[in-house]
């Protein structure tokens, strides 16, 4: 029988250069793998692989040199160990997190539980190509929103409480975007220039700013053979199941319009970025 | 730029303009757990990153930070008074 190289590649496996030999492709969100899934990861790639595993770029994992006779034993025993199998090409691909505000202090939102929404929602769903989701907790971006074809940046919407401030003027100080500035009697606030990265409430040792998570939109990001940035959606949102109904209408869209073998950022290049918008129901800048 | 209520004069000094992070905040946090309970030190800080990182940190282990006192030249002193281990 001839080797079904497609579905072996909606697996998650690989080809590779030498013959008959696959990098299989495991199925991670937001970079989080439990030590029982680590050692059957390891019990198998010493067993079937040569005894290594890859960390791919976009916090993957992937077990190379299995043989093509023994796939099917091997994502047995991955199922066994509560391991699943990865995808490639058209389709909704790893979704990728920071840690978020559950472990890092610099975090706004709780990526890992969002990303788990998302990876739930649209992991391995069929599109014209590839599609790739990546969450940051804040504006430090250490997982490059706006390379993916659908960013998540957490931010906080802030509030300045006069009661508790102690007009010490360590939030000016912590804003980078000139938005404070506190005086004798007051504080301040150009909202026009927040960028709602939260630092004034991180800051803040009177607690006298309260923020709400939010999360800021960026679409059609690519950064392989084109490199473009991401376009945010202007308006903030503030709730996490409304990141899904704007996802749901982005991918949808990109199902209606795409041609086959389309990045996103292109096809929305092609069609319109106001038809986009229109479609989302929001602006980009 | 000052405070509502009138800073403490601080009970011992310490200068971090001469390290980077995260040398600045564990300079700050040794500093400050030599201190008595309840006593202020005044950290001298470099304008920009540690400016926006010492005192945060420092409210995270649970230290009060009074405020900040601006040296006109490029520093400012973070008076914080030890309110945790």
């Known amino acids: 029988m001839a080797t079904d190289y497609k579905a072996l590649k909606n697996g998650g496996f690989m080809r590779q250069i030498q013959k008959d030999n696959f990098s299989l492709r495991l199925k991670v969100v937001g970079g989080n793998l439990t030590s029982k899934q680590l050692k059957t990861i390891a019990a198998l790639a010493e067993e079937y692989g040569d005894g290594r595993v890859h960390l791919t770029s976009r916090q993957g994992v992937e077990i190379p040199f299995i043989r ?12 066994l160990g509560g391991v699943d199998t990865g995808v490639c090409g058209p389709r909704v691909r790893t979704v990728t997190a920071c840690q978020g505000s559950e472990i890092c202090p610099s975090g706004c939102i709780d990526t890992l539980s969002l990303a788990t929404k998302i990876s739930e929602r649209y992991f391995g769903r069929e599109l014209p190509h590839k599609f790739k989701f990546g969450l940051t907790g804040c504006q430090n971006n250490c997982l490059k929103a706006e390379e993916n074809d659908l960013g998540v940046k957490g931010g906080y919407n802030v509030e300045w409480l006069e009661e508790p401030c102690t007009l010490c003027g360590v939030c000016e100080k912590a804003c980078r975007e000139g938005a404070l500035k506190v005086t004798e009697e007051t504080v301040l606030f150009d909202r026009a220039k927040c960028n709602h990265c939260g ?8 607690d006298a700013w309260r923020g709400q998570s939010a999360y800021l939109l960026s679409f059609g990001g690519l950064f392989g053979n084109r490199i473009a940035k991401g376009r945010q959606l202007e ?49 980009m800048s | 730029m000052s405070s509502k209520a009138k800073l403490p004069p601080p009970d011992g000094f310490i200068d971090a303009t001469d390290v980077v992070c995260p040398m600045t905040f564990v300079k ?30 420092l409210k995270d282990e649970g230290q009060q930070v009074l405020g900040l006192q601006n040296n006109e030249d490029g520093t400012y002193n973070l008076l914080v008074r030890r309110a945790a281990e």
């Open chain 2, 28 to 57: 700050a946090k040794v500093a400050l757990e030599e201190m008595d309970m309840g006593g202020v030190l005044s950290i001298r800080l470099n304008e920009g990153e540690p400016l926006q990182n010492v005192p945060r940190s």
């Open chain 1, 199 to 206: 630092r004034c409430v991180k800051s803040c040792p009177a």
């Open chain 1, 235 to 283: 308006a903030v949102v503030t709730d996490s199941e409304q990141v899904l109904k704007l996802a749901d209408r982005a991918l949808d869209f990109f199902a209606k319009h795409g041609k086959p073998g389309e990045r996103f950022r292109n096809t929305v290049d092609r069609v319109g970025w106001e038809e986009f918008g229109g479609h989302v129901g929001g602006e």
């Open chain 1, 68 to 79: 093509l006779r023994d796939v099917e034993t091997v994502k047995e025993a991955l199922a």
